[in-house]
């Protein structure tokens, strides 16, 4: 039995030009203790859920409008957005690390203050033991001279050491799953690899799952174990980690490794080829395949059926096509 | 900290001794030369030559007017720092003595309005951000909408007109020294702060409304939802002390509008204070008053903005360890 | 324009609804104007004003200026709809050309304003280092006087020189703001990239300024520009109200607000009308502001 369960979430946004299916279906599980991927281009949808499951979908415009989010037996969807028993869940058992480490902190509130709230509501701490703990915790994240700007405001940290007071807070309450919003999409790429592993080690030695949502192909390949790929509001293929990238079974799953240098690669080996056209304008689509109009490999059956389901290719590797790249 | 406030002072001092000389040019600089201009509204006759030549020039020189513009102001400048802002032609009683007459009462009722005005507006405006797009919030927001485009001094004839003349539950005109009758006092000057607070409140309870909403949508409050807290916890640990940041740099303006609202009132109100004296004196072409006052009015201003820029860091870490 | 084929945009929590299609802008704005019932009202009502303004004389049959002094103080009838002032001069009559007088006065105001401070205001913007300085201190110094003052001081020192003397006052009393909200908005375009690369090409100080940075900051100025006639209508009314302003026989609302509340016990009217049109067209022109600020430039909601 899986951690949690997401089955079949549907969450649309009623926006001024149209209905928008942002999250169309999505169906994924994380197991105890699992880092797993969230891939896919920008607008796809990946952000959407996640933050569909965490039940903070503005509303309006959004609206989760089916599916179910089993955790810990309950549905979450059952509870109100923001009612007691979900905020009981939210940030204890649940967390997020936002994108924007330099917006998603309170410019006006100490970093001792932000961290100590979520100690002193969900595990009932006094102001002293929140504070000892909130200590604990940056000098867990790698925070230098941690009691002494604990009493900083964020503005006093650099961008990579304000996304580690962020990985902080989301791991003061010993989480069941972090989600990961594109965590290292803001900083430059060696303080994005010092994150990385730093949120790879913590986890692991704290046995919490993990959900990097990230459009980084690089980011996944290395520390998820599954990975989910998502093309215009839906998953469109999943799969161990390294079947995903051993043998995509998807056409644009193939499209986007071949896209992408690879590690270890020598120079000139291969032509990266990129994906023509743009991704789809999400408003009113069509019942077909929303990557027909970009796909190299479409059939007659593509341009008449609606998109399909997933279905397994192999042993917990779906797809949603009805074609199967295998072999090629 | 310290720093930032000694700039700011160091600023503001700089500013008002320009303030000073926008003052001074502006009333000595637009034609006509400030005898001939007094004595032909003096006169009532609109003629400028009731005087001989020789008195005349008899008058300039007593006056110190003769002499180049630098000089003068000068000397009213260094009279000003010792206290001295000069003798007024109309009422012969030095300009002091005028404005410390009539200043207690404006800053009386000032006080009153700026309070009325910035809190009743605090809370309209939060109450809507947080009950946005209920029929209450959008009644609410329609009203001040309308408070806006309000003129102060028609708002108190029809007050007076209603509450005065119909009703009869104040006085329709007058003033009475809090200190004297404190009671007695109060009837006087419930429809005066009404009439300026009420444009306040609208204004302010825009701006807060505004930032409100501005603030519920960042980043930040995001998080906080993420961790769980309550909405009550959000509104008022994240999102006011934010939201406030803007509103509290926009009281300077505020008790700007407040004084300029209180000239009006002054007026019809018939309160004898600041705006009355200012008022009074364009008319008469008593410029040393003039300036004076004017001088007064941008002092206050200017003192409120640095109240305001050190009430600003103190909100705002960014500028406090900036 | 045709339907152009939508861009993929920065992504955010929202992604999926970053990429609306293009529309014609023009249509966007139509739409987003006249979909809120407060914006279209005002927007009849500045239509309505306005056509009063230029059509006066063919909706009054009386002269607003002349004296029939044996008609004075007449409560309202079925020959004066609204009464007589001291005078003996229609106070409809009165009324609706005061509206020629509100908006010429707030037109010309506005304009010279806006012309001085977004010259001021872009040039501090773009120089920077003692331009912006001294610049910026004037600005500082002339809000440093609450706006009626400084209106009060110029138009009571040059009293009684008809309307272009108040047009001065309230212009000048005007360029302070405008200035320090184009040099703000100025700036924050500076720090584009393509500033940055006009730059690069060796493109002149002057061209960037008109060619980069003010089509990219407009958006403020038209709204500012649809806002400040309010105000200074606003403004118009307090001078004339306190005796400074438009003088009589011309026909000011301030100034007819003065006059009325002498007889404010025996024909109210004479001094609630005037002052209902002001509100009206203050009214009129902010919520026609309001509507253009949203359908121009969303982001600027709440900003100005």
Redo the contacts between chains.
Sequence with gaps: MALLDVQELQTYFHTEYGLVKAADKVTFHVNEGEIIGLVGESGCGKSVSILSVMRLIPSPPGETVGGKVIFEGKDLLKYQPNGREMRAIRGSKLTMIFQEPMTSLNPVLTVSRQLTETLELHLDMDKRAARERAIELLRMVGVPDAPRRIDDYPHQFSGGMRQRVMIAMALSCNPAVIFADEPTTAVDVTTQAQLLELMKDLVTRLNTSLVIVTHNLGVVARYAERIYVMYAGRIIESGRSEDIFGHPRHPYTVGLLNSVPRLGERHGTRKLIPIYGLPPNLINMPQTCAFLPRCTEKIGKCEKEPWPELRAVGDDHYISCYVDIKGK | MTAYIIRRIIIGMFILILVTMLVFLLVRLLPGDPVMRYMANFTGTGQQNVMTPEQHDAMLIKLGLDRPIPVQYWDWISKIFRGDLGESLGVQQPISKLIADVLPRTAYIGFWMFVVGTFGGLLVGIYCALRRGTWLDNTLTTIANIGMTVPVFWLGILLIYFFSFKLGWFPMYGWVNPWDDFWRSCSYIVLPVASVALGGIAGMARLTRSCMLEVMRTDYVRTAWAKGLRERVIVVRHQLKNAMIPVVTSLGGTLAMILGGSVFIETVFSIPGMGRLMTTAIFDYDYQVVQASALIFGGIVIFSNLAVDIAWGWLDPRIRYG | MPEN?????????????????RRSEWRRFVRVFFGRK?YLIGFIIVAIIVFTAIFAPLLTSYNPEKNDLPARLQTPNAEHWLGTDQMGRDILCRIIYGTRVSLIIGFSAVFASTIAGTIMGLAAAHYGGWVFAVIM?VA??????????LM???A????GGGIWIVVFALGFGGIAPMCRMMCGQALSVKQNDYVMAARAVGMSNWRIMWTQIFPNAYPPLIVGLTMGI?GVV?GE??LS????GVQAPTPSW?GM??D??RF??TN?LL??MP?LA??LL??GF??VGDGVRDAIDPRL??VI
């Design positions: 084929p939508v861009e993929s945009k920065p992504d955010d929590a929202m992604g999926a609804i970053a990429a609306p299609p407060l201190r500082d110094v002339l809000m440093a006087l609450p706006a009626i003052i009060m001081l110029i009571g020192m040059l009293k309010g606003l009314a307090g109200f306190l005796g400074i301030g607000v003065m009325g509340q404010l016990l109210p001094s609630l002052g002001i509100m203050v009214f902010n919520m909601r709440g």
